[in-house]
């Protein structure tokens, strides 16, 4: 039986198998194994993104790389990443990025990219870690008698062996 965090990377990992193709939630729901009405839920809630924002944050990051590394033309690299025009890339792009993959690409313009999630860091005995942008979070949940102590333990050995 998987945890609700562990279904949610399911879906997680769905999306970045192929970031060229668009996956909709309907199949992300499927590979997480819940109804389609919970995985909006639980989604957002676990990620802190929509699934679509997320599939299309991490389609456009993608393409920073390509963009900054290749001189293939724009409109391959949004093929690529699952466009079917220039400029719905562009538009896309731009509303991300705060500038066209043109000018990013000529300018050397710098971009904040979205990396790949990933819920289920380490989990052992309920302390589950889960990394975002800025930080790293430790939960417990537990629910037998004196769960904190435990947890205090727990996240004091997690603590220590991930000096930061």
Do not use: C, N
């Amino acid at each position: 039986m998987l945890t609700i965090y562990e279904q949610i990377q399911e879906a997680v990992d769905l999306v970045e198998t192929d970031l060229s193709v668009g996956v909709t939630a309907a199949a992300a729901a499927r590979s997480a194994g819940m109804s389609l009405r919970s995985f909006h839920r639980y989604f957002p809630a676990l990620t802190g993104y929509r699934f679509g924002e997320y599939a299309r944050k991490r389609r456009l990051s993608t393409s920073l790389d390509r963009l900054r590394t290749s001189d293939v033309s724009i409109l391959t690299v949004a093929v690529e990443t699952g466009y079917d025009s220039h400029e719905a890339f562009t538009r896309a792009f731009k509303a991300e990025f705060g500038v066209t993959p043109k000018q990013f690409r000529s300018e050397g313009a710098s971009a904040l990219r979205t990396g790949a999630i990933d819920l289920v860091g380490e989990v052992m005995m309920g302390v589950l870690t889960k990394s975002l942008p800025e930080m790293t979070v430790a939960v417990f949940d537990g629910f037998k008698p004196e769960p904190e102590y435990t947890a205090i333990e727990k996240m004091e050995a997690w603590m220590e062996r991930h000096p930061e």
